[in-house]
């Protein structure tokens, strides 16, 4: 898989690529990242990239020449299969959206700043729009980051254990159960029996009933979808 990444921040987002997962995938030849700094494509030798919005209104909005000559660049270069805007009015990420976007080979993020982007972008070169959360940050960025390591960690030999993608919250429409670790009494506090039993139907069986509980009292609308 290949990603490649449009912000006027590159150096706001490389650093979750450079540790644990993101950095393994890549590490492993498994995705390959590359950031494009659009001050790069620039309407002048300024480095002007957004303008006022037409109409009145405060904030600055990211002009479409820039974002036209880095994702024309990049699309002569290669096909792509989603172009990717990073923005909060847009439908919310989930663990459904992640698992697609897992099988893809080539995508653009284009990641929003200040008031966004002229909506012309969005019209004739986005072709998915996604917003990590109901709350406004200050650019896409972290959103792309977010995106990107629900992503890379399902692409098969990622993770160390294959199955362990599979056993997380929301793979199923449910949270995932409480897990313990030594020791089996800490102060008093023991951990559930049935774990220790050796008795493994019987701790899938609890198990199950415990991703229900908690999703129930935690998340109820996870079961009303
Ligand atoms: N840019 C600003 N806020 C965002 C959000 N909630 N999700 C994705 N991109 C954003």
Known sequence: MRIDIITVSPELIKSPFEHSIMKRAQEKGLAEVHFHNLRDYAINDYGKIDDMQFGGGAGMVLMIEPIDACIS??????????????????????????????????????????????QRV???????????????????????A?????????????????????????????LSPPVYTRPADYKGHKVPEVLTSGNFPKIEEWRADKAYELTERVRPDLLEE
């Open 146 to 174: 977010v995106l990107c390591d629900t992503i890379l960690r399902l692409i098969p030999g990622v993770l160390g254990d294959e199955t362990s993608a599979l056993t997380d919250s929301f793979q199923d429409d449910l």
């Open 73 to 118: 660049k990049l699309k002569a270069e290669r096909e792509y299969d989603e172009i990717i805007y990073m923005t909060p009015d847009a439908p919310t990420l989930n663990q459904r959206t992640a698992n697609t976007l897992s099988l893809k080979e080539n995508m653009i993020i284009l990641c929003g700043h200040y008031k966004g982007v002229d």
């Open 122 to 144: 969005r019209d004739l070169f986005i072709t998915k729009e996604i917003s990590i959360g109901d709350y406004v940050l200050s650019g896409g960025e972290l959103g792309a």
